[in-house]
């Protein structure tokens, strides 16, 4: 399927009503926080929004605002306009959510993994982004959807968990490459993020720290 643009999925997203957002199983900060992001924002555009992760929201992923949104158990099999596969390079990763939401008339299919075979009715794929987040936060920006604290903290949350290796050498490309807009977009994220009550801004740990914990530092300039 060749690339979506932006203004094609926000039409898309506009013009339905129902939506099941969902991620890989076995899900990381990128995979739960894009999930999350994306469903407040659809939600708070009046929409009825399903989140659903056949591993539900992890522990350490308490705080994420609107975790109660996650399903788990998944439930019956309900029928959704859209359904919206984040973060997700295979398709059999989704696991038994996506068989739940089969009936989806338009499936999108957002991520930022090169393997990604390109599933789905719409896709967007950059495999320059160093996380799905980043995608989405780029593309609620650029379709005026809402990015409220919430939506940002979630959005922050799952670039910052990525995988250090990944984002390390996205940010080294990024001082050398004028055209990504990492640490561009990783300061504006940070910034929307801020603004949300002191008691939603936690510590997180890097997925591949050795136990140590690391409170958010300002992003890297
Ligand atoms: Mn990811």
């Given at each position: ?26 899900p990381d900060g ?8 994306l469903a407040l ?181």
């Amino acid at each position: 399927m060749k690339q979506s643009s932006f203004e094609e999925i926000g039409a898309v997203l506009r013009s339905n009503e129902t939506f099941a957002v969902l991620s890989h199983v076995r899900p990381d900060g990128d995979a739960l926080g894009s999930q999350l992001g994306l469903a407040l924002s659809l939600s708070k555009l009046g929409k009825k929004v399903v989140v659903r992760n056949e591993d539900g929201l992890l522990e350490k992923y308490n705080f994420l605002p609107g975790g109660e949104f996650l399903q788990t158990p998944l439930g019956e099999p309900q029928d959704f306009d859209v359904a919206i596969a984040l973060d997700t390079a295979v398709e059999n990763r989704l696991g038994n959510a996506a068989e739940l939401v089969r009936s989806a008339k338009t499936w999108i299919n957002i991520d930022h993994h090169p393997s990604n075979p390109r599933y789905g009715d719409l896709v967007y794929i950059d495999p320059t982004a160093p996380a799905t987040g980043q995608i989405l936060f780029e593309f609620l920006t650029n379709q005026k959807f809402p990015v409220t604290p919430a939506i940002a903290e979630n959005l922050y949350a799952a670039i910052s968990t990525t995988s250090c290796s990944w984002l390390c050498a996205k940010s080294r490309s990024a001082v050398t490459n004028p055209s990504n807009n990492f640490p561009k977009t990783f300061a504006a994220i940070w910034k929307r993020a801020q603004s949300s009550p002191a008691k939603t801004r936690p510590v997180i740990a890097p997925e591949n720290s050795s136990g140590e914990t690391r409170s958010r530092s300002p992003p890297p300039l």
